[in-house]
Structure formats: structure tokens, C-alpha cells
């Protein structure tokens, strides 16, 4: 389920994915409104707890970056702050900071696992669009069009011309067009990656609707965006 938030007039996305096990929440807003997502979330659940007489036995987690498929990263409240530990390794896993922006702290390692210390952030935008796109997501939705790779290296500043009489393929010159932008890492992101799409709608209309697709898919979301885990157990 996906859902609208405004915040100071602009729109973002709520997106709440049900694992079954777990409720995956992604939210595409600026990184200073993460903690309060996450307190609207859980003071809903708390309410709907109390009105159905169950017990607020919900925890906030995220996906382990070590062991992603069998492990997660627990965080729990302590009187010295939060603590996270690993459900799985014996040691907590590093995890990056962007994670820490829905608690507004940072990671302290501790021996009972990692303790969260109030730090300041900056605020920045975490919309998908803002993303610096992966090279293997960038040559899959425009492979379709490798032909165009000149076209392309162009509308993104690329130095293309020893490509043209490469005897490499289409595809091959493609990827090497997008790893060039990667590694000029100026205005990598996907935003302008749809503006090349945009900039050319008859070369590129239909990969634009993939690009589209795919931003809009759980798959991306996890790619992109960081999530909470809202995990919920047995009574």
C-alpha cells in the first residue's frame, strides 16, 4: 500500500509493504521527517493494539547488510539510549549511516552491540530520483536502445567519440558510456537520466516507461531507499 504525505506543501510517498512476517515502510521524503514517519506509524499501531486488547509486541529493525536474508538488526530502547543487536551475528553488523536518519542518531559500538548516540545530520532529499542509478540497473532499462549510445554519452556530457569506431557491441559501447558518467560523478542520479529520456521521447519514450516501472517496484525501493522493519511475533 502506498500512500500521499505532505509536508510543507510538498508530496512524497509512503510505502508500506506487508512481508507477513514483518511490514517493510519506505518513505521517498527528505531524511528530517523519517522520525516522525516512524512515530506516526507506531503511535497507529499502539492505538490499534489498545482498541483490538493486544499487546504492543511490535519491534523496529532493519534488514542485517551482513546476513540480509537471515538476520536483522534489532533496535531496542535503554535507559543509556538505543541498543541494536543482530538476531543472528554474534557481533552487530556495521550499519551505514543513512539507516540512523529514522532514529535522528548514529551508531557507537558497545559490548552488548551497537549503541545510538544523538548526533546532528544535515537534512537531505532521499527521493529515488535523487539516487545515483547502478551501472547493471542503467544498461538493463536502456539496452533496448544501445544503438543510441552516442546519443546518450552525449546528453550526459560522456566523452564518446573513441567509441564510435570501437569494435565492441551496441551494448558493450552502452555500458561503457554509463560506467564513464559513473566515475565522472557529476549529476549522477536518476532524475537526469529520465531528462535524456525525456530530452529524446521518440529514441526513448518506451525505456522511459520502464525506468518508470522499475523506480515504482519493490525491487528498487530496497535497492535505493532505506526501510524500517516493523517485525511483529506471536502472542
Known amino acids: 500500500m502506498s500512500l500521499k504525505i505532505t509536508f510543507k506543501r510538498k508530496e512524497d510517498t509512503l510505502h508500506l509493504i506487508n512481508r507477513y512476517t514483518h511490514i517493510e515502510v519506505y518513505f521517498t521524503g527528505p531524511t528530517q521527517y523519517f522520525p516522525l514517519v516512524r512515530k506516526l506509524l507506531t503511535t497507529a ?19 542485517c547488510p551482513t546476513k540480509k536474508n537471515s538476520c536483522y538488526c534489532v533496535v531496542r530502547s535503554s535507559e543509556d539510549g538505543n541498543i541494536v543487536n543482530c538476531t543472528v551475528c554474534s557481533v552487530s553488523a556495521t550499519i551505514t549511516s543513512d539507516h540512523w536518519y529514522w532514529f535522528e542518531s548514529g551508531p557507537v559500538e558497545s559490548n552488548n552491540g551497537t549503541q545510538i ?12 530520483l535523487d539516487k ?65 529520456c525525456e530530452d529524446y521521447p521518440k529514441k526513448f519514450g518506451k525505456v522511459k516507461a520502464g525506468v518508470d516501472k522499475f523506480l515504482e517496484s519493490d525491487r528498487a525501493l530496497k535497492e535505493y531507499l532505506k526501510s524500517i522493519f516493523l517485525s511483529f511475533h506471536p502472542l
Open 45 to 63: 499501531i499502539d492505538n490499534s493494539s489498545d482498541a483490538m486488547h493486544l499487546k504492543h509486541n511490535y519491534i523496529n529493525a532493519f534488514a
Open 117 to 128: 548516540k544523538q548526533v546532528n545530520h544535515q537534512s537531505s532529499d532521499k527521493n529515488i
Open 132 to 196: 545515483e542509478p547502478k551501472l547493471k540497473d542503467l544498461h538493463r532499462l536502456f539496452d533496448s536502445s544501445a544503438a543510441h549510445f552516442l546519443t546518450i554519452g552525449t546528453a550526459l556530457d560522456v566523452e564518446v567519440d573513441d567509441l564510435s569506431h570501437s569494435e565492441k557491441s551496441t551494448s558493450d559501447k552502452l555500458r561503457a558510456v554509463f560506467k564513464r558518467w559513473i566515475d565522472s560523478n557529476e549529476g549522477v542520479t536518476w532524475r537526469n537520466a529520465l531528462q535524456v
